[in-house]
Nanobody, 122 residues
């Protein structure tokens, strides 16, 4: 059974930092893309970043570029999203997902975590 579990969410003030982790089980993430998505209340799920299996194809959406850093540790079967200089607009449930295609289109991801809440106060 394939399972992804996010951790590291929480509540921080404007300008704070959080590091999200994504732990995989039942599947080797080494040959798969890890994508990061978020969904704010009343809004559609937004793809914000991905990293391919080798870690040499990385993408950030404009709203997080320069503030967020995606990484992975294939030996630990984990992915990470370091989030710095957080803003209230970053408040959302954050999800990791894995799939074969380097994209931020959710439909290309086969497996999803249940999400972790990130709340940024002003």
């Amino acid at each position: 059974q394939v399972q992804l579990v996010e951790s590291g969410g929480g509540s921080v003030q404007f300008g704070g930092s959080l590091r999200l982790s994504c732990t995989g089980s039942g599947l080797s993430l080494a040959n798969h893309v890890i994508g990061w998505f978020r969904q704010a209340p009343g809004q559609e799920r937004e793809g914000i970043s991905f990293i391919n299996g080798r870690g040499d194809d990385i993408y950030y959406t404009d709203s997080v570029k320069g503030r967020f850093t995606v990484s992975r540790d294939n030996a630990k079967n984990m992915g990470y999203l370091q989030m710095n200089n957080l803003k209230p607009d970053d408040t959302a449930v954050y999800y990791c997902a894995t799939g074969p295609v380097a994209t931020v289109i959710p439909e290309f991801y086969a497996y999803w975590g249940v999400g972790t809440q990130v709340t940024v106060s002003s």
